[in-house]
Each structure stands twice: as structure tokens, then as C-alpha cells.
């Protein structure tokens, strides 16, 4: 197995490749891997994600895909790679936006930007909701969890409605398990988000923060 690559695409995320590709064409033909794979998920489903099907839509040799990716479970981690750096420069973004601007709703901008993210993401839905994903993903998923958890603690923050501790951070964790949870119960009934599960989770999640926020105001 090689060192961890960077994803094609952008963001911060790594994915355990068999070889790193190390010239510009080989790292171009990987991204074009990935990308015919992401449209063989949408299209044709989980059931179509196989190694030949790939490889025939990226119109490379299936040697060639096995160089970088040998299985379907290693197809699978490096999608939701590609997903996980997306959503977390997302968060990165609304962290910038705090700081720059004032916010009269910041769970409502929260949610809406997470639910504008799946609405697009139609990928990653076809990969959380197709039940495949692997024991390598799960695992990154929960780390990932905890990075957009921190970027819920940087926000607080830039608001200057909390303080820094440990408290924090396991509230935050808390809120983003929850959002994550909703939003996915949103998008499984209704491509576009049922708008009465969005609806409750801004609700709720304004009041747990509003909770949290509290436990910092002086007497």
C-alpha cells in the first residue's frame, strides 16, 4: 500500500492508495477515475460500482484503475473522500462567512448550507443511502463528524456566545450528530429535502445551541 494521497478535487482529506500517482498525468487520470465513478453511482447505482464498469467509463485499461484503486471497497473509501473534503471546506467557508458577517440566524444559515450541500451531493447520497460503505469509511466518517463538529466550536466562537472548553466541544459534537442525522432522514424522503424535517431541525438545534450558549452568560 502507498502513502496517503491527495484527493483530487480539493480539500484536506487523504485516501490510502495502492501507488501514489506522482506525474501530472497520472494524477489527471485518477481524478478522471473517480469522477466516471461518482457518475456511475448517480446513473446506474451501488450495484453497477464495479472495477470494470469504472474502468470502462473512464475509458482507461482495468490494469490501469488497479494501479491506484484495486477493489470496489477501495473505489468506495476514495469517493467518500472526495465527499468528506468537500463538506468540510464547506464548513471552512461558513467559519470565514462568521467572521465576516453578522448572522441573526446562524442555525438557519447552518442548516441551510448543510441541505444545499445534499441537495448537489447527489454522489454522496447515492453512496450514504446505498448501504455499501465500508468499515475504512465509517471510520473516516466519524472523524469527519468531529471536524465539522469543530467548525460548529469555531463558529460559536467567532459569535462570541461561548467560551472554549471541553464542554463545548462535546455539544458540538452532540449538534452536528444531529444535524447529520435529519438531514439524511430529509433527503431519504424527498431528493430535495422534506421541508418539514428541515424545519424541525432548525427548530430544535436553535434550541439545544441557544441552551448551550446559556450555560456561558454570566449571572
Do not use: N
Request: hydrophobic residues 45%; glycine residues 8%.
Amino acid at each position: 500500500m502507498g502513502d496517503p494521497a491527495p484527493q483530487p478535487g480539493g480539500g484536506t482529506w487523504h485516501v490510502q492508495l495502492r501507488r501514489t500517482p506522482q506525474q501530472a498525468r497520472s494524477k489527471a487520470r485518477l481524478a478522471r477515475v473517480l469522477q466516471a465513478a461518482e457518475r456511475v453511482l448517480v446513473d446506474e447505482g451501488v450495484q453497477a460500482l464495479t472495477t470494470t464498469r469504472i474502468a470502462a467509463e473512464a475509458q482507461v485499461s482495468v490494469g490501469s484503475l488497479y494501479q491506484y484503486l484495486p477493489d470496489r471497497d477501495a473505489i468506495i473509501d476514495a469517493l467518500a473522500a472526495r465527499y468528506f473534503a468537500r463538506l468540510e471546506d464547506a464548513m471552512d467557508d461558513l467559519v470565514r462567512a462568521a467572521t465576516a458577517e453578522q448572522w441573526d440566524d446562524p442555525v438557519g444559515v447552518l442548516i441551510d448550507a448543510y441541505a444545499a450541500i445534499y441537495r448537489t451531493e447527489h454522489g454522496f447520497r447515492a453512496l450514504w443511502f446505498g448501504s455499501i460503505l465500508t468499515e475504512q469509511t465509517r471510520a473516516a466518517d466519524r472523524e469527519h463528524k468531529r471536524r465539522m463538529a469543530d467548525g460548529i466550536r469555531r463558529i460559536l466562537l467567532v459569535l462570541g456566545v461561548a467560551q472554549d472548553d471541553e464542554a463545548l466541544g462535546r455539544a458540538c459534537h452532540a449538534a452536528i450528530l444531529a444535524a447529520d442525522a435529519l438531514a439524511q432522514e430529509a433527503f431519504r424522503r424527498d431528493p430535495e429535502g422534506d421541508a418539514g424535517v428541515l424545519d424541525e431541525a432548525r427548530l430544535m438545534l436553535r434550541g439545544y445551541l441557544t441552551g448551550v450558549a446559556a450555560r456561558y452568560e454570566g449571572p
